[in-house]
């Protein structure tokens, strides 16, 4: 296995260097940006800070020049992606459901020996929901790729070779935040993870959410909606046990017990691990986390900070 370090946000605390320099990288790092979607280019602070050759992988570019010269596949991933957003809206309405009684049970005031197994078995829906959530979406995903053989297409290929020729000439991958379904679409269309070898990966933001095994939303406080967290899609899995929270001092009430007693014990034995500024989890070969700096939630409804475990 490869070693895989994920970091709290980038833009005004940078730590990317540090991290870089420990793991003895020397030469270049590959990046990529594409959840920046039109910004993609605007590279030069990440490579200025990183004091490296950095070279940009341009996803987000060679998708939409993979779906402009190649219109049949453009439209047969936009009806997957239609299919894809129906069926994400179509889990936030039994979501909400089963939050709320959740939600209800925790707040009973009764003998804890009754209540417990009722929100024991409450939770379990839950988990159950985001199971079956995540299986009718990989089911999508393998049907399209099924019929349609993306990476084996000759446009998809022929990037898929510029890539690995790119890589080849790097020592680091760094997946950038930004737009996290957009930066996960790209990440597969080509087969980033697996082109990229066994090489270190530094992770930061919506990069951190995608390298892990599942793609957790959140926001306590969204300008619209309920606030639900969920499950967005299966990750990279390139690293496990952790469902990182970046930005989490913006987008989580870690003051109210019950929303953080909710999360980390809906997601155990996963470990929610708010990814704030300076944030770092180190994962060597063996796949074992190192947590250097991070906020974990627990099911007490407390949240530790953790300098090291």
């Known amino acids: ?17 540090e991290a870089v320099d420990a793991l003895g990288v020397k030469g270049a790092v590959a990046a990529v940006t594409a959840g920046w979607q039109e910004r993609e280019d605007e590279i030069d602070e990440l490579s200025a800070h990183l004091r490296r050759p950095t070279v940009n992988l341009r996803l987000h570019h060679r998708g939409e020049d993979v779906f402009q010269r190649d219109p049949e ?8 992606l239609d299919r894809t957003r129906k069926l ?24 804890v020996d009754l209540v417990e197994p009722e929100i024991g078995s409450a939770l379990d829906s839950l988990r159950e929901l985001d199971r079956h959530h995540r299986e009718r979406l990989a089911r999508l995903r393998e049907a399209f790729d099924a019929e349609w053989r993306p990476q084996e ?8 070779q510029e890539l690995a020729a790119v890589l080849a000439g790097c020592d680091a991958l760094a997946l950038a935040g930004g737009h996290v379904s957009v930066l996960l679409d790209r990440l597969r269309l080509f087969g980033v993870a697996e082109l990229s070898g066994e090489m270190p990966v530094f992770a ?3 990069g951190a959410m995608v390298a892990c095994e599942q793609v957790v939303l959140f926001h306590d406080s969204p300008p619209q909606g309920a606030g639900n967290a969920e499950i967005l899609d ?13 930005h989490a001092r913006r987008r989580l009430k870690t003051d109210d017990a019950v929303r953080v007693t909710l999360m980390a014990r809906r997601f155990a034995p996963l470990r ?16 074992k986390a190192t947590v250097r700096l991070a906020r974990e939630l627990l099911p007490d409804g407390t949240v530790a900070e953790v300098l090291a475990s």
């Open 88 to 111: 994400q809206e179509l889990y936030r309405v039994r979501l909400g459901f089963e939050k709320d009684a959740v939600r209800a049970l925790m707040a009973v005031v009764t003998d």
């Open 234 to 246: 299966a990750g990279l899995g390139l690293c496990r046990g952790v469902v990182a929270l970046p």
């Open 272 to 287: 929610c691990l708010a990814m704030d500024d300076f944030a770092r989890v180190d994962f060597d070969a063996s796949g």
């Open 73 to 80: 596949l453009f439209l047969a991933y936009g009806d997957l």
């Open 1 to 17: 296995m490869r070693r895989i370090v994920l970091l709290g946000p980038q833009r005004l605390k940078p730590t990317l260097v």
């Open 153 to 160: 297409r000759p446009v998809v290929a022929e990037h898929r």
């Open 204 to 206: 930061w933001s919506a």
